[in-house]
């Protein structure tokens, strides 16, 4: 199985910062990769898919960029509801593996 | 709109069978694969299984020998049936939707299983 080692575990900016979380995969991935957002108590929703496409609805602050077995997501001008725990996710090979999370809190 | 919903018994006997339901709204089982995804409470997600539009499965293979998806498509719903259930088992458990290569754009609510006597 793929492994997708996550970072960091946990983050706290202040609003209107940026912010970047970052995922390793243990091989290349070919860009097949999701970022996910869970708030808490509630279902994870799909932020960016094949690494830097942006799902509909999601704001334009949220992107996503790498390749080959480096990715990462980016949080613009941080705002409140952005708290929540992160997730990415490969599916170049099955199964599909997830990352730990990374917990991102307000400063 | 696209809709996914869990439902099932939240409290599961240790070594019993869990049985779940997933009905979908909004969009076909035969045009999208519907994935089975858990979270221990406060932990990671773990990829479970797919159904895919023809009706074929794939499991995780470390709960394969335990695990069956299953559908009917004239009432839009997914099932997951996973036998000898242990404490391990206790997450929260969610169907969604498949998109772009199995990356999951809708998901159900969830629903917590516990096990205990």
């Known amino acids: 199985d793929i492994r997708m080692t996550q970072s960091p575990a946990s983050l706290s900016a202040s609003l209107g910062e940026t912010v970047n979380i970052e995922c390793l995969a243990s091989?290349?991935?070919?860009?097949?990769l999701a970022w996910y957002q869970q708030k808490p108590g509630k279902s994870p929703q799909l932020l960016i898919y094949n690494a830097n496409s942006l799902q509909n609805g999601v704001p334009s602050r949220f992107s996503g960029s790498g390749s080959g077995t480096q990715y990462s997501l980016k949080i613009n001008s941080l705002q409140s509801e952005d708290v929540a725990t992160y997730f990415c996710?490969?599916?170049?090979?099955?199964?599909?593996?997830f990352g730990s999370g990374t917990k991102l809190e307000i400063k | 709109q696209v809709q996914l919903k869990e439902s099932g018994p939240g409290l599961v006997q240790p070594s019993q069978t869990l049985s779940l339901t997933c009905t979908v709204s909004g969009f076909s089982l035969t045009s999208y694969n519907v994935h089975w995804v858990r979270q221990p409470t406060g932990k990671g997600l773990e990829w479970m299984g797919v159904?895919?539009?023809?009706?074929?499965?794939d499991y995780n293979s470390a709960l394969k020998s335990r695990l069956s998806i299953s559908r009917d498509t004239s009432k839009s719903q997914v099932f997951l049936k996973m036998n000898s259930l242990q404490t391990e088992d206790i997450a929260t458990y969610y169907c969604?939707?498949?998109?772009?290569?199995?990356?999951?754009?809708?998901w159900g609510q969830g629903v917590m299983v516990t096990v205990s006597s």
């Open positions: 091989e290349d991935i070919y860009s097949d």
């Open positions: 996710q490969q599916y170049n090979n099955y199964p599909p593996t």
């Open positions: 159904i895919w539009t023809g009706g074929s499965t």
């Open positions: 969604a939707r498949d998109w772009e290569g199995s990356s999951l754009d809708y």
